[in-house]
């Protein structure tokens, strides 16, 4: 049974042999033979048009030897050199000594040897070749062309002038029709602007795009290195397009995306797809799904999913908006100095301090970030809220906050108490990262839970003054001041229900960032919570002219 199927199965594979080989034979007996339909039309052979001499060489029988000025034609091509070996029956000829091909008024080829398939319309042209179209010259030792297809190609070196551009490679082939010229291996374009280098490019002689099919590396003479793995150059205006995260290098800055737009000329980049701008002189990252820099003046913006990461500090600070942009001023200085503003959402964190506000202006060179729009401040158990926050920062860390408008600053002492005072304005001062010092200046209020050392609760401090000044020890209250005041020590469990919150009291915990990747969720806050500005006042100035009514 076993033998019957083995049979079985070998004869069913001859069987689509043969059916393969005889779907073949018909596919190759329907395709036309386009030599053997040259051969039958008169119209395609080599026309003879001029020579010195004509003569036989019984060495070589079938050729007619020529000799002076020879000239020859076939289908648009003209053919000039000294001498030529002229095969009429096969229809070509191999031309010898000043060769000078020209097809139409824009294609001129000049080289050493001419050899020439009139039937197959093929040609190799051998010895200090140079192909001349329109503007553009090919230069090659090698040179094998396709008349039928319109395509010159070399495979050991060659070079092509074009304009200011200048192609090296070891393999390529160029297209007149179409202007397209492809290079493969050791591929350089040199230009007076930039110098590329790359293993595989297309080129187009009418546009002067180089089309970027492998990595590539752009070298501009203002030191810009540009890295490409597909995309688009525009040499003659500097612009690149490029895909597949291709990236920028300048002045200590990069600049990477899936997608990279770059115009010299105005000297704007535009990324898309995340994108990341890095600066290392200044130890920040900008990010986001869109990012626009611009070279000349150093600045940049981000949208979408955007964020900054300042990482000068051992520990980074992560800070997102809706849109963030970053100034530069006095570019290519010693007193080189950057602002950053964010609109909209923004959402800050790092592990000692985190942030919420609806717009931030950092000021680089006053070490100060200003928070606008309902901002909240955290430090460990530590919340401070107000109409406005000013932060004071001393090498990447915190010196002091100020607090204008509504302050408060709330800690948190466990589940139910926390320590409050609340007040016009408000300064707390930071050492090593913790508040070691809060002062409080109009209408202050506080609300002070004080405990024994042993941790037991002593009372609750409630008191009004105009001003308080506030020190803190190991994280505890070891101080309180104030000139003069009004309030009252309760025992812990007979404080008055309208004395253990001041009515500014808000616990934003539901809003604070948790980690790096919470900045990116937006929560407000509770309506009956949301500070109203406060409204200032001032006496209308007098004129002249309504004293004088009063008189």
């Known amino acids: ?35 053997n339909r040259r051969k039958k039309n008169t119209d395609s052979r080599i026309h003879l048009i001029h020579s010195d001499v004509l003569y036989k060489n019984s060495q070589d029988p079938h050729a007619e030897v020529l000799v002076g000025h020879v000239k020859l034609s076939h289908e648009g091509l003209y053919l000039d050199c000294d001498s030529a070996k002229f095969y009429r029956e096969d229809n070509s000829f191999d031309g010898f000594g000043h060769v000078v091909m020209t097809q139409g008024d ?70 007149p029709a179409t202007h397209e010229a492809f290079f493969t291996e050791n591929v350089q374009l040199t230009n007076p602007k ?31 290195f540009v890295y490409g793995v597909k995309g688009e150059y525009f040499t003659k205006q500097g612009r690149a397009s490029l895909l597949n995260r291709s990236y920028i290098i300048k002045d200590m800055r990069k600049i990477v995306g899936d997608s990279l737009h770059s115009d010299k000329d105005t000297g704007v980049d535009e990324a898309f797809g995340n994108v990341i701008i890095t600066d290392d002189e200044n130890q920040c990252m900008l990010l986001g799904n869109y990012c626009k820099y611009y070279e000349n003046t150093g600045d940049a913006m981000a949208t979408d999913s955007a964020i900054v990461k300042e990482y000068s500090s051992p520990d980074t600070l992560y800070v997102h908006a809706d849109t963030l942009k970053m100034f530069t001023y006095n570019m290519n200085t010693d007193s080189v100095y950057r602002n950053l503003h964010a609109y909209h959402k923004v959402r800050m964190f790092r592990r000692d301090v985190q942030g919420v506000c609806d717009s931030l202006v950092s000021l680089q060179l006053d070490s100060c970030t200003y928070m606008y729009g309902q901002p909240i401040l955290w ?22 906050v100020h607090i204008i408008n509504q ?21 707390s001062y930071f050492v090593n990262g913790e508040i070691e010092h809060n002062e409080a200046h109009g209408n202050v209020y506080v609300v002070y839970y004080l405990d024994e050392d042993d941790g037991s609760r002593m009372g609750v401090l409630y008191a009004e003054s105009t001003d308080m000044n506030l020190f803190m020890k190991n994280k505890k209250v070891s101080k309180v001041w104030m000139p003069s005041n009004s309030g009252m020590m309760y025992p812990p469990l007979k404080v008055p229900h309208d004395r253990q919150y001041l009515s500014q009291f808000a616990w934003f915990d539901y809003i604070r960032p948790k980690d790096k990747d919470d900045i990116f969720e937006w929560r407000n806050k509770d309506e009956k919570n949301i500070l109203k500005k406060t409204e200032t006042k001032t006496v209308p100035l007098q004129k002249l002219s309504d004293l004088e009514l009063n008189e």
């Open 379 to 400: 430090n460990e158990n530590q919340q401070i809220f107000g109409e406005e926050i000013r932060i004071y920062n001393n090498d990447s860390t915190i010196d002091w």
């Open 194 to 224: 930039f110098n590329m280098v790359s293993d595989t490019l297309y080129y187009y002689t009418d546009t002067e795009v180089a089309k970027i099919e492998s990595p590539t590396n752009i070298i501009s003479n203002d030191s810009t």
């Open 106 to 175: 824009t294609l001129r080829l000049t080289c050493d040897t001419f050899f020439y398939d009139g039937y197959a319309m093929k040609a190799r042209a051998r010895g200090r070749v140079h192909l001349y179209h329109k503007k553009t010259k090919l230069v090659t030792e090698n040179l094998d062309y396709d008349r039928v297809y319109g395509v010159g190609m070399y495979i050991d070196g060659g070079t092509l002038y074009d304009g200011d551009n200048v192609l090296v490679s070891d393999w390529g082939q160029y297209t």
């Open 407 to 427: 302050a408060m600053t709330i800690e948190q002492v466990d589940s139910a108490s926390f320590n409050q005072v609340a007040s016009k304005e408000m300064m």
């Open 1 to 35: 049974m076993k033998k019957n199927n083995t049979y079985k199965n070998r004869n069913m594979k001859l069987l689509a042999s043969f059916i393969f080989l005889l779907c073949v034979c018909v596919v190759m007996a329907t395709v036309p033979d386009d030599r």
